[in-house]
């Protein structure tokens, strides 16, 4: 129905979903849904953030679905310690940028900025509120007793978006959710109460953790090293690839004779992620198992196709700036 399969999912960077057939049923047959995805803006992004982003461009582009993009400002706030509501707000600007310079058209991507655009939200999350009772939300979230109110009342405002589409439209407008599957709880508890108040069930797509360069399951922020960040300097960038972890021999000597392991590699992980060519990804997996390829040389290919990628993205970040007002839902849905 695409044409072809996003190679993120073909590469199995996309592994499981629920509920994917109903979403391809309505667009099999000209019915209206829309894409939802959200960030937590605390932080400046690593480049791990912008890989399910950009298979939300994908789906965009290819679909011309409409992407309802939740910036939970709130959240942050309430549940990480040290940050004011004035920072984390700041950050969902920047973080929106980093979204917009992927490059979306501003009819299709609308973003949410949840302490800005409540009114959007409030009455649906009343409702869903209404539906969850305290015990719930707190097996669900491990939340206990000296967690704060605001923490426990978030949930609702994540699971108001699934459902937002299909209110501002008048219709039934189920939402896709690419993500990853820590948040996967929202949205179990959004397809358990979504009948009874009249919405769609959510359908989702599940996203790995993007593995750190050092070795760890994930990229993290207590480990700088272990990630690239957008606002990273070209020598930093070149330092973390340099230093990756990677599946090769000790020596160059022994990677010749016995060639390297790329299955357990990082560095070829990352070449999966940022290299779309299919056929350059097999050569460097099929020049690494015989020796053709030291990791020295293999690690200067991605340094060079994630700098490239960068300086890109950075211009367009920059450009950005001057069109995010486009972007955002409230200046589309009155
Ligand atoms: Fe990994 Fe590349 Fe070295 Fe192979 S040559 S082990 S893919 S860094």
């Known amino acids: ?5 996003h190679y993120l999912i073909r590469r199995g960077f996309f592994y499981a979903h629920r509920d994917l057939r109903t979403i391809l049923d309505r667009q099999r047959t000209g019915l209206k849904w829309a894409l939802y995805s959200g960030r937590g803006p ?13 298979l939300g461009r994908w789906f965009v582009n290819r679909f011309g679905v409409e992407y309802f993009f939740e910036m939970t400002d709130d959240e942050k706030f309430l549940v990480k310690e040290g940050y004011t509501l004035e920072q984390t707000n700041r950050y969902a600007y920047e973080n929106a940028l980093d979204l917009i310079a992927l490059g979306f058209p501003p009819d299709k991507l609308h973003i949410i900025i949840d302490t800005e655009d409540i009114k959007y939200l409030y009455k649906i999350a009343v409702r ?16 206990t007793d000296s967690t704060n109110v605001g923490a426990a009342f978030f949930p609702t405002l994540e699971i108001s978006v699934a459902f937002l589409p299909t209110e501002l439209y008048g219709e039934t407008v189920p939402v896709l959710i690419p993500t990853a599957i820590d948040q996967d709880p929202y949205f179990r508890l959004a397809r358990d109460i979504a009948e009874d108040l009249g919405y769609p069930k959510p359908s989702t797509i599940y996203g790995k953790f993007i593995p750190g360069l050092t070795g760890e399951d994930k990229m993290s922020a207590s480990n700088p090293d272990s990630a690239i960040y957008i606002t990273d300097e ?32 990082v560095v070829y992980k990352y070449h999966l992620l940022f290299q779309e060519s299919d056929e ?6 099929e020049d690494c198992k ?45």
């Open 128 to 143: 869903v509120g209404k539906k969850l009772t305290l015990s719930t939300v707190k097996h669900t979230f491990g939340f």
């Open 234 to 265: 070209e020598r930093d960038v070149k330092r973390k690839i340099m230093n990756a972890l990677t599946g090769g021999q000790p020596t160059a000597e022994f990677q010749r004779k016995y060639g390297g392991d790329p299955d357990n590699c």
């Open 280 to 285: 350059k990804v097999k050569r460097i997996y």
């Open 42 to 54: 605390s932080a400046d992004l690593h480049i791990g953030h912008l890989v399910p982003w950009m």
């Open 1 to 5: 129905m695409a044409g072809d399969v």
């Open 290 to 334: 015989v020796g053709k390829l030291l990791c020295g040389e293999c690690k200067a290919m991605l340094f060079e196709r994630i700098r490239e990628f960068m300086k890109e993205h950075n211009e367009r970040r920059e450009r950005a700036k001057d069109v995010v007002q486009q972007y955002r839902l409230s200046t589309k849905f009155k």
